[in-house]
């Protein structure tokens, strides 16, 4: 079965997460993905945690792996200009380049759109920033937790409160929701390029994107610049929309913003003697009591753990979900069903688990092809195709202009 990105060939600069994280689906949509190195590799080798599995350490870097698996590494130093000159004759026949350098780099290197397209004028050149390529911020370093997290607002908004504290970000949320938002500009400049013979250049950055999953919010705030309101859990709207802690500890979360299910859910949960009291017998009632009818709620519920409640939720009709730590969302029935969490194989590890990427294919084959490169694994084999025979590979090898393994 064909993939979506056959024959398409990915030129990939960049480190960290976000961009190598747009690569990475490219890849499984079927792209050949060339990311280039320096000779100290990505920083992010070897920076995540490695599993302990059946009381073992695997020392495979799956966090490294989940953003470059299924692409080939070149180490190329681009501070001397034959190693520009690989990356030049690479581009030549590229579909797409990409990278995370800022501006200054890409002219250093003569990386820039300016360049590239003279070599490759069908090229789409990408760009991913922290904050955009204009305005007073423009090409300013950044990652997710201050470009993404921090400026957007978001951090702020979701404080629980306003007297809250600012909450903790997992590592790379905003990293992996960019990656997205790159693949989505590639995608569409790629086709642009293919209809128009045209090089076409695209960009996104870290903190647009992060005020583009606040959409909702800035509507209304774009326009009346009032501060989001941070309600803490008893003061919301409603306690059919709101999240409360089992008896075990663990916590589910009802969104039923509407009164049309008070009724079951008062009943659900043990509390029909509420349906008698009037001043709970409208939304208005139940928003000036939230404090009160909160306490009721965590205290009915912590009669059962999160999973002797689930059933009586469903046979209720109630629109909620259980709060999955982590840990458990691998095992989840759903996450299972819809392969979530892909097996892969590695000839040195054995068999592990990835994350598939957030989009399935009827009738394409995309799933993760092969484990992440180790540096410089494909160096040779790259430099070959490029027309260099041994003796040449050699003399750039021992002159430090690549690296193989």
Known sequence: MASPLD???????????????????LADMGARVIKIEPPVGDPMRDMGRTPKVDSSVREIDLQFDVDNR??????????????????????????IFMCNLLLERQQKYRLDPAVLFAINPKLVHATLTGFGTTGPDAWRPGYDVTAFFGRSGLYDAMREGDDGDVPQARPAQGDHTTGLALVAGILAALRQAEATGKAQTIETSLYETAVWTQASDYATTANDLAPVRRRARRNLLTPTANRYPCGDGKWVVFNMPGPEQWPAFCQ???????????????????????????????????????????????????????????????????AEAINLFPAMNNEEFGEYKTV?????????????????????????????????????????????VVKQL
Request: charged share 25%.
């Open 7 to 25: 024959n398409i060939t990915v030129i990939e600069i960049d480190n960290w997460m976000a961009a190598p994280s747009a690569g990475a689906i």
């Open 70 to 95: 299924g692409k080939e590494s070149l180490v190329v130093d681009l501070s001397q200009p034959s190693g520009i000159e690989i990356v030049h004759k690479l581009c030549q026949t590229a579909d």
């Open 268 to 334: 659900a949960l043990g509390l029909s003697h509420w349906l008698e009291e009037d001043k709970y017998a409208t939304g208005k009632g139940r928003y000036d009591h939230m404090p009160e009818l909160t306490d009721g709620v965590d205290q009915a519920l912590a009669k059962r753990s999160r999973d002797e409640w689930g059933p009586i939720f469903d046979d209720a009709g109630l629109i909620w979900g259980p709060v999955l730590g982590l840990h458990e969302v691998p095992s989840d029935p759903q």
């Open 356 to 400: 598939g990427i957030p989009v399935r294919f009827g009738q394409a084959d995309v799933r993760p092809r092969h484990s992440a490169p180790k540096l410089g694994q494909d160096s040779t084999a790259i430099l070959q195709e490029l027309g260099m025979d041994k003796v040449t590979i050699k003399a750039l090898i021992q002159k430090g």
